[in-house]
């Protein structure tokens, strides 16, 4: 009766198709009424077509989709080597000792409320935000050149970084590397702006195409802004040696190139905290202008809880308290204030010197456990002498692998095997264990000589 | 001169700080500026050292300076004001009688049994809580609704009433492309902002009458009459923000006839349920009216009123469909909405709402508080009434005051009658003449009443 729209590359209907539409609704239920007064009886049924008609069915998200695909698999080998999110040796998800104490802190004070934070979140954690990213002497803090403000973990930063951009940026493009964190490139159109890409990884190398990133940044229009991974390149696990970030920063500052770091493994990668903000505090070490977008998912354990920052590093102090006015008004129609437990959270654990301590332990331990994982499964495909050069298991860092494993060969380790990665041939090395990583290597070691 | 600079600075050889000068870590780029910055200096020479520093001139210089929000930035306005006789009647937040937030006795119960039970904290699928989105619908819908059990309605975690709200305002903008909103005139501050960055065009429909400082009905529904069809119309489910002002049962009948009739969509927001009238079941008679016309209904939740639970963002966003398939269907668009956003929804908030309403003791406890947070109001509101008529001897009427529902009054004061009331009085205010009556304890009516006779009509 009416035009289903199965187009699945169309979101929405054109103007003149929803004309069409309505007028089909009319004339549809015009009809209905004039045969009956209507008795619309509690049990009866709808009548007449869904409004909805022509909303047709999403996808599932290709990265979450891989869980999701998992939890229905019974076989008891089955690995979920899927979603960034961090396993212990037993493949158990993990509530950092440290957060349970600061979680017991919050219970026990009598005082706290559940008000309505401000819009811009926890100043507190806001402030201890910055020092974590920026260093605790910066002088980009020290002359409040600094505004951040409390957003929805990772995604939330970076989408209210995006839309301030959309609106108030003289350049509404944005460069994002290739390969990139599967949702960026929707974070950012839906925001307003349209996205580019650089070149960034090397299929022959398994590393940096550091050429082609030069050319590509070095070629893209004055003011542009430009994605940058922190550490820990997700999906890669190639990021660019500190002589690099050197080459890169000179050569967007030449061209007034606004660096948006996306900074979600601080700590995770190198088991160091500040080695892994050096990228970012090379650019604002300047004195000139960028976007942060922070997580707490991942190094604090925090990841349903939704805990982030976005920290907006600019060139004189009023200028950040204009820009905190202008991101406030992004937030207010979208969320109104953020949520408060997790913020309260970090903000406990970052003031307190002995529980940072703890954290930073902790911390450790996660990336040193997954450094082990990357040794085990290089030692276990040297062992099978499975051909390749797999070297890049060991020199990338953080917790994915891009294996280099094209998408035949993924779909036939997951139907062989049991093994459930994203399809560009993504691994989470947080997904492994000592017992699992045999499993694995049969599993690449079949998928590549069985497979091309 | 500027420009002179610039063309030295590109022409400095930019040579690149010794890598081991970046390896120690002993790099202090901020020892630079000794004296105070001079913006037109584009690079410094160290000795061998030297860098191509960023452009001058801030990428933002020309953002102007926001205003602050017109119903938030009135708490941070009376944060500021330290005169002892200082009352915050902005924000809708409820006050003891003591004017202190109150944390639920629920509430707390539940904070310290999740901590004991220890769960993870890993991402919560996109749409939210699975536990959390089926009580949350029982709740709106009543749990035996046909509805619920045909699985028609889409029900999506949303951060509060402004998450929820945002979500399908985005629905809306992308699969009714030129669909206009029609809202309340007035409404709550924020609708407006939400639909405007979601693209959404918007229109108003009459709804207070300043005259009777009642509901012009006749207005609201000859506006909706006149919408063009398939508009979808914002529905306060109960409490309405910020008048106080609902549609009798009857009047909502009415309402649902039109709607009907010219193919509008109700998309109500529930902010209150509960608060209202102290029953959550009365709270939600006028959706489940639609509902129950066989209508495909939006509806967005919120629990930080009714739970007390304001920090914590939580709500909900539920689609009434036609059929399983199409709230399916639906149900995977909001989830493609909320990804690109924030990802998936926080946790925190769910596992509280969702042990409370799926448990049948603390869910009684919860009702009564309940009861006991709205009978507050109801009788600050007869307080106010009585301490007004017995202090205005000119005769106004004052009773809008009793018969109004919820958390808010709305005076109708103007706005050059609010500034005198916060800068005379020091009572805080939003601008459109709302005070939020879960603000104001029984000790302060009189003063209160004061206040609002002086502004009335001393002040035009």
Known sequence: MRPEFTSPSSSSSSSADRRLNALVRHLATASMVSQTAVAFSPTSGFHGDSVFSHVVRAPEDPILGVTVAYNKDPSPVKLNLGVGAYRTEEGKPLVLNVVRKAEQMLLNDKSRVKEYLPIVGIAEFNKLSAKLIFGADSPAIRENRVTTVQCLSGTGSLRVGAEFLARHYHQKTIYIPQPTWGNHPKVFTLAGLSVKTYRYYDPTTRGMNFQGLLEDLGSAPSGSIVLLHACAHNPTGVDPTLQQWEQIRQLMRSKALLPFFDSAYQGFASGNLDEDAQSIRMFVADGGECFVAQSYAKNMGLYGERVGALSVVCRAADVASKVESQLKLVIRPMFSNPPIHGASIVATILKDSNMFNEWTIELKAMADRIISMRKQLFDALRARGTPGDWSHIIKQIGMFTFTGLNSKQVEFMTREYHIYMTSDGRISMAGLSSKTVPHLADAIHAAVTRMS | ?460
Request: proline content about 5%; glycine content about 8%.
């Open chain 2, 1 to 460: 001169m500027a420009s002179t600079l610039l063309s030295l600075a590109s022409a400095t050889p930019s040579a690149s700080l010794s890598f081991h000068e970046i390896n120690k870590g002993k790099l202090n780029l901020g020892c630079i500026n000794k004296e105070k910055p001079n913006p037109f200096i584009k690079a410094k020479s160290f000795g061998r050292v030297s860098m191509v520093v960023a452009s001058n001139v801030s990428h933002f210089e020309g953002i102007t300076m926001a205003p602050p929000d017109p119903i938030l930035g009135v708490s941070e306005a009376f944060k500021a004001d330290d005169h002892e006789l200082k009352l915050n009647l902005g924000v809708g937040a409820y006050r003891t009688e003591e004017l202190q937030p109150y944390v639920l006795d629920v509430v707390k119960k539940v904070n310290k049994l999740l901590l004991e039970k220890g769960e993870n904290l890993e991402y919560l699928p996109i749409e939210g809580l699975a536990a959390f989105n089926k009580v949350t619908a029982e709740l709106l819908f009543g749990a035996d609704n046909p509805v619920i059990k045909q699985q028609r309605v889409a029900t999506v975690q949303g951060l509060s009433g402004t998450g929820s709200l945002r979500l399908a305002a985005a629905l809306i903008e992308r699969y009714f492309p030129g669909a206009k909103v029609l809202i309340s005139s007035p409404t709550w501050g924020n609708h407006k902002n939400i639909f405007n960055d979601a693209r959404v065009p918007w229109s108003e429909y009459r709804y207070y009458d300043p005259k009777t400082v009642g509901l012009d009905f006749e207005g609201m529904i000859a506006d909706i009459k006149a919408a063009p069809e398939g508009s979808f119309i914002l529905l306060h489910g109960c409490a309405h923000n910020p008048t106080g002002i609902d549609p009798t049962p009857e009047q909502w009948g009415v309402i649902a006839d039109v709607i009907q009739e010219k193919n509008h969509i109700p998309f109500f927001d529930i902010a209150y349920q509960g608060f209202a009238s102290g029953s959550l079941d009365t709270d939600a008679a006028s959706v489940r009216m639609f509902v129950a016309r066989g209508m495909e209904v939006i509806a967005a939740q919120s629990y930080s009123k009714n739970l007390g639970l304001y920090a914590e963002r939580i709500g909900a966003i539920n689609v009434v469909c036609s059929s399983p398939e199409a709230a399916a269907r639906v149900k995977s668009q909001l989830k493609r909405i909320a990804r690109p956003m924030y990802s998936n929804p926080p946790v925190h908030g769910a596992r509280i709402v969702a042990n409370i309403v799926g448990d049948s003791a603390l869910f009684k406890e919860w009702n009564a508080e309940m009861e006991m947070m709205a009978g507050r109001i109801k009788n600050v509101r007869h307080k106010l009434f009585d301490s007004l008529s017995s202090k205005d001897k000119s005769g106004k009427d004052w009773s809008f005051v009793l018969k109004q529902i919820g958390m808010f009054s709305f005076t109708g004061l103007n706005k050059a009658q609010c500034d005198n009331m916060t800068n005379k009085w020091h009572v805080y205010m939003t601008k459109d003449g709302r005070i939020s009556l879960a603000g104001l304890s029984l000790a302060k009516c009189e003063y209160l009443a004061d206040a609002i006779i002086d502004s009335y009509h001393n002040v035009s």
